[in-house]
C-alpha cells in the first residue's frame, strides 16, 4: 500500500508501520473483517492515543514485570484499533444493535466482575455516550443499571436455590460490601435479601 502523507510545519514525520496476521479458527473461509490495510488517524480514539504513549513511555523497560507490561499496552491498543476497525461503519441499524448484543452477552459473562460505563463503552470501541444511547435505544436500560439488574436476577436465583451467606452471595455477583448489595437488592424486589430466603 503507498503511503501518501505531507508534512505541514517544522515538526519531523515520524509513523510505525504495524504487520499482523490472525489466526483463523474454525471456518477456514472466514477472514476478519481487517484483513486489509488501513490507517489510523491521529486523534481517532482518545484511548488509543492515550495507550501509545504509554507504550512509547515503556518501551525500554527492563525486566520480566515491565516487559509484560509493554506486552499488555501493545495487546490493549491491537484490540482497540482492531475493535474500532470491525465497527468502523457503525452508524447503520444492524451494526449498532450488533454491538450492543455483543455488550449484552459480555456482561452477562462478567457481570461478577468490576463493570464501568466507560469500560464497556471501550471495550466495544464507542465514546460513553454513544455507547450508553445505543444500549438504552436497544435494550430499554442504561447500561449500569442493565448490570445492576442482571446482578440482582442471578442473586435471586442463588437466594432461592440454597442458604448461602448474605455476604457469598454478594460477593459472587461483584459486590464486596454485603450492606450495598441488601440495599441494591431491596431497592429492587422490595425486600431484604435474609428475607427474600424464606419466601
Do not use: W
Given at each position: 500500500m503507498q503511503l501518501d502523507s505531507r508534512v505541514i510545519g517544522q515538526s519531523e514525520f515520524e509513523y510505525y508501520s504495524l504487520f499482523y496476521r490472525l489466526d483463523k479458527v474454525g471456518d477456514q473461509n472466514s477472514g476478519h473483517e481487517c484483513d486489509s490495510h488501513f490507517k489510523l488517524e491521529p486523534g481517532a480514539s482518545p484511548r488509543v492515543r492515550e495507550l501509545l504513549a504509554l507504550l512509547h513511555q515503556n518501551a525500554h523497560t527492563l525486566g520480566g514485570i515491565g516487559k509484560l507490561r509493554v506486552k499488555e499496552l501493545?495487546?490493549?491498543?491491537?484490540?482497540?484499533?482492531?475493535?474500532?476497525?470491525?465497527?468502523?461503519?457503525?452508524?447503520?441499524?444492524?451494526?449498532?444493535?450488533?454491538?450492543?448484543?455483543?455488550?449484552?452477552?459480555?456482561?452477562?459473562?462478567?457481570?461478577?466482575?468490576?463493570?464501568?460505563?466507560?469500560?464497556?463503552?471501550?471495550?466495544?470501541?464507542?465514546?460513553?455516550?454513544?455507547?450508553?444511547?445505543?444500549?438504552?435505544?436497544?435494550?430499554?436500560?442504561?447500561?449500569?443499571?442493565y448490570v445492576i439488574h442482571y446482578r440482582m436476577e442471578r442473586a435471586s436465583e442463588l437466594l432461592q436455590a440454597g442458604h448461602f451467606p448474605i455476604r457469598d452471595v454478594a460477593v459472587s455477583v461483584g459486590y464486596t460490601n454485603p450492606l450495598y448489595f441488601s440495599r441494591v437488592f431491596k431497592k429492587k424486589f422490595g425486600v431484604s435479601p435474609s428475607a427474600y430466603t424464606h419466601n
Open positions: 501493545f495487546l490493549s491498543i491491537m484490540h482497540q484499533v482492531l475493535v474500532g476497525c470491525k465497527y468502523r461503519e457503525s452508524g447503520s441499524y444492524d451494526t449498532s444493535k450488533k454491538v450492543i448484543e455483543e455488550a449484552v452477552a459480555y456482561i452477562n459473562g462478567h457481570y461478577m466482575n468490576p463493570l464501568t460505563l466507560d469500560e464497556l463503552a471501550e471495550l466495544h470501541a464507542m465514546s460513553s455516550k454513544r455507547f450508553s444511547y445505543f444500549f438504552h435505544k436497544y435494550t430499554g436500560f442504561r447500561p449500569i443499571d
